[in-house]
C-alpha cells in the first residue's frame, strides 16, 4: 500500500513532458533543451538567493556565488543529474543567529567545516540511511515543502524596498495594493497561463522560460510598474576570489561554529537525499546517495573559502529544471555558468526582469509539487501513516524540513515498534513428543517493545513440571528480549520447573552465544539449519542462578 502511495506522489507530482525517461545522447536537440533548462533555471535563481542572502543578513553576492559554486560542483559529481543545488531558505535560517552574533567571516568558517562533515558522510556511505526515511514522511515533506515555496513567494507582492529596511520575513514591509498589486497578479496569472498552455502547443522551448520571457516583455514593452528583480538588490559583481576565512584557528572558534555546522550539515543532507529521492523517481533513476554526500560537501567546502553562503538542493529549482527538460548535466552546469554571467556581465538586463514572472513560474512549481492525490491516499492508508503525513506537513512549514523529517520518522518507528509489540502471543498445546510437558508456541517478535507481554504470556504455577518455549514462529531481536528469556527461566527455576527452548535461528543463536549462554545444537530443524533445544537450569541461562 505504501509503495502504490509513492507511486501516486511520482504520478501527482511529475511535469506533463516527462515522456524522456532515460538520457537521449548528447545529440544537437538534447543540448538546446538542456542548456534551456539551465537558462530558465538561472533565471529563477536569482532572486531566490537574494532573498535568501537577506534572511541570513548578508551581502547579496554572497547569496549568488554560492548558488553559481555549489550549483556547479554538485552538477558535475553529483549523484542525480537533473538536480539543481544553490543557497536555499532552510540553512539561511540558521546562518542568521551566528551572523548576527560573529559576522560573516564565521560564517564561511561554518560552512567550511560543514562541508567537511558532509563529506565524512558520503565517505561513511551515511546517505544511505535515507532509505529509513517512510513514505508517509516524504508525502509530508512534499506538501510541505510545496506549502514553504508558495509562502515564499508571498514577500514578492511586497513594496521594493520595505523588506530589506523593515525585515526579511512574511511581517516585514509595506504590502502592495491597488492597480499595482492587481498588475503584479495579472501578470503572474498570464506566466502560469502560459507555463500551463504552452506544451499542448509546442515543445520546442521550455513552458517556464517562454513564460518568463512573455511577461518580461509586455512588463518592459508597456513600461508598467511592478516590482523587478533590481528592486531586491543589485546582483552586479566580479568572479568570486579565493580567500581563508578571516577566524582565529583555536578551540573557541571550532567552539563556535561546530554547533552550526553540525546543523547546516545535516539539514543540508536530509534536503539534498530527499530531494534526490524526488527527482529519481520522476526520472527513473536509483541510486547515488553516497556520491550525493560528498558533492555537496566538496560544493560547501569550496564556497566557503570563496565567500558563500552554502548551500544543498533546491527542490523547487529542480521541479523547474526536469519540467523544462533537463536530464543530464548539463542543464545544472548552464544553469551555475549562466548565472555566473548574470552576475560579471548581464545585471543590467537581468535587474528587468519582473518578479511576477518568476513568481507565476514558481506557483506553478507549487502546483506540479504538492501531492493532491495525498488527500485520496490518507483516506486508504492507516490512520497512524495518514497523521504522520499531516505531521511532518505541518511541522515542515512551522519550523524546518531537518525537525519535521526527524519527528516524521521517529513516530513512524515508534508507531512500528508499538504495532509489533501487541503482535506477540503464544498457542499452548500439550507436547507429542514428551508427555507430559507443555509446549508455548510464540507467535511475534520478541524485542524490547513485546518483552513484558511475553513474560505475561506465561503460567508459571499451573504449568506441569516440564515447558517447552517453540520459537518457529518468532524472531529474538535484542538484548531486552534476551533478558524476558533469563526473567521467564529464573521464574520457572525458582518454582522447580525445567524450560527448553526449541527453534531459534541462526541469528538467534548468535544473540545468545555473544551473551555467553550455553547453546546445545540439534539437527531437528533442518531449515534454520542451526535449533537448540536445552533446559534451563542452574547456571545455563540464568547466569548462575
Known amino acids: 500500500m505504501k509503495r502504490a502511495a509513492l507511486a501516486m506522489l511520482a504520478n501527482n507530482i511529475s511535469p506533463p513532458n516527462l515522456s524522456i525517461m532515460q538520457d537521449e545522447g548528447f545529440t544537437l536537440g538534447r543540448v538546446r533543451i538542456e542548456i534551456l533548462a539551465g537558462l530558465t533555471v538561472a533565471l529563477a535563481l536569482?532572486?531566490?538567493?537574494?532573498?535568501?542572502?537577506?534572511?541570513?543578513?548578508?551581502?547579496?553576492?554572497?547569496?549568488?556565488?554560492?548558488?553559481?559554486?555549489?550549483?556547479?560542483?554538485?552538477?558535475?559529481?553529483?549523484?542525480r543529474p537533473g538536480m539543481i543545488s544553490g543557497a536555499t531558505g532552510a540553512l539561511a535560517v540558521v546562518m542568521v543567529a551566528l551572523v548576527a552574533q560573529h559576522g560573516v567571516e564565521y560564517l564561511f568558517a561554518t560552512v567550511v567545516l560543514m562541508g567537511l562533515l558532509q563529506v565524512l558522510a558520503g565517505v561513511m556511505h551515511w546517505g544511505k540511511f535515507i532509505r529509513l526515511v517512510p513514505h508517509p514522511v516524504m508525502l509530508g515533506f512534499v506538501n510541505g515543502l510545496a506549502i514553504v515555496i508558495f509562502l515564499a513567494q508571498m514577500s514578492q507582492f511586497k513594496v521594493p524596498g520595505s523588506i530589506a529596511s523593515e525585515g526579511h520575513g512574511m511581517s516585514g514591509g509595506e504590502w502592495l495594493s491597488g492597480v499595482q498589486l492587481l498588475t503584479m497578479l495579472g501578470l503572474v496569472g498570464l506566466t502560469m497561463l502560459?507555463?500551463?498552455?504552452?506544451?499542448?502547443?509546442?515543445?520546442?522551448?521550455?513552458?517556464?522560460?517562454?513564460?518568463?520571457?512573455?511577461?518580461?516583455?509586455?512588463?518592459?514593452g508597456f513600461g508598467l510598474d511592478v516590482p523587478r528583480v533590481g528592486d531586491m538588490a543589485s546582483i552586479e559583481g566580479g568572479l568570486p576570489t579565493f580567500s581563508i576565512p578571516a577566524v582565529p584557528l583555536n578551540y573557541e572558534t571550532l567552539r563556535i561554529i561546530l554547533p552550526y555546522a553540525v546543523i547546516l550539515a545535516a539539514i543540508g543532507l536530509i534536503e539534498s537525499l530527499l530531494t534526490l529521492n524526488l527527482v529519481g523517481e520522476m526520472t527513473g533513476k536509483r541510486g547515488g546517495a553516497s556520491q550525493e554526500c560528498i558533492a555537496q560537501g566538496v560544493a560547501n567546502v569550496t564556497t566557503g573559502f570563496f565567500g558563500g553562503m552554502g548551500g544543498c538542493a533546491m527542490i523547487g529549482q529542480s521541479m523547474i529544471n526536469v519540467k523544462s527538460g533537463g536530464r543530464t548535466r548539463i542543464a545544472g552546469i548552464a544553469a551555475a555558468l549562466f548565472l555566473l554571467l548574470f552576475i560579471v556581465a548581464a545585471s543590467p538586463l537581468i535587474e528587468q526582469i519582473p518578479l511576477a514572472a518568476l513568481v507565476g513560474v514558481m506557483f506553478m512549481v507549487v502546483i506540479g509539487t504538492f501531492a493532491w492525490n495525498s488527500f485520496k491516499i490518507m483516506r486508504k492508508v492507516p490512520l497512524m501513516d495518514a497523521f504522520v503525513i499531516v505531521l511532518v506537513t505541518v511541522v515542515t512549514?512551522?519550523?524546518?524540513?531537518?525537525?519535521?523529517?526527524?519527528?516524521?520518522?521517529?513516530?513512524?518507528?515508534?508507531?512500528?515498534?508499538?504495532?509489533?509489540a501487541r503482535r506477540i502471543h503464544a498457542h499452548t498445546r500439550e507436547s507429542a513428543s514428551d508427555p507430559g510437558a507443555r509446549v508455548y508456541e510464540i507467535e511475534g517478535p520478541l524485542f524490547f517493545g513485546s518483552a513484558e507481554g511475553f513474560v505475561e504470556l506465561f503460567d508459571i504455577a499451573n504449568d506441569p513440571?516440564?515447558?517447552?518455549?517453540?520459537?518457529?514462529?518468532?524472531?529474538?531481536?535484542?538484548?531486552?528480549?534476551?533478558?524476558?528469556?533469563?526473567?521467564v527461566a529464573a521464574k520457572y527455576e525458582a518454582a522447580g520447573k525445567a524450560l527448553a527452548l526449541r527453534h531459534l535461528s541462526r541469528d538467534c543463536h548468535k544473540l545468545l552465544t555473544r551473551a555467553g549462554h550455553l547453546m546445545i545444537d540439534s539437527d531437528d530443524d533442518p531449515d534454520y539449519e542451526v535449533a537448540v533445544d536445552y533446559s534451563v537450569r542452574t547456571g545455563i541461562l540464568g547466569g548462575g542462578h
Open 465 to 487: 513440571d516440564h515447558v517447552i518455549v517453540d520459537f518457529e514462529r518468532s524472531r529474538v531481536v535484542d538484548q531486552s528480549a534476551l533478558q524476558a528469556i533469563e526473567a
Open 194 to 220: 502560459i507555463v500551463w498552455g504552452l506544451p499542448k502547443v509546442t515543445k520546442v522551448i521550455p513552458a517556464p522560460l517562454a513564460g518568463i520571457a512573455i511577461t518580461a516583455f509586455v512588463v518592459i
Open 46 to 79: 536569482v532572486p531566490e538567493a537574494v532573498a535568501f542572502a537577506f534572511v541570513a543578513g548578508v551581502h547579496p553576492l554572497v547569496g549568488l556565488y554560492a548558488a553559481f559554486l555549489v550549483g556547479l560542483i554538485t552538477a558535475l559529481i553529483g549523484g
Open 397 to 420: 512549514v512551522m519550523e524546518d524540513l531537518a525537525v519535521a523529517v526527524v519527528v516524521g520518522v521517529i513516530v513512524s518507528a515508534l508507531a512500528y515498534a508499538w504495532q509489533n
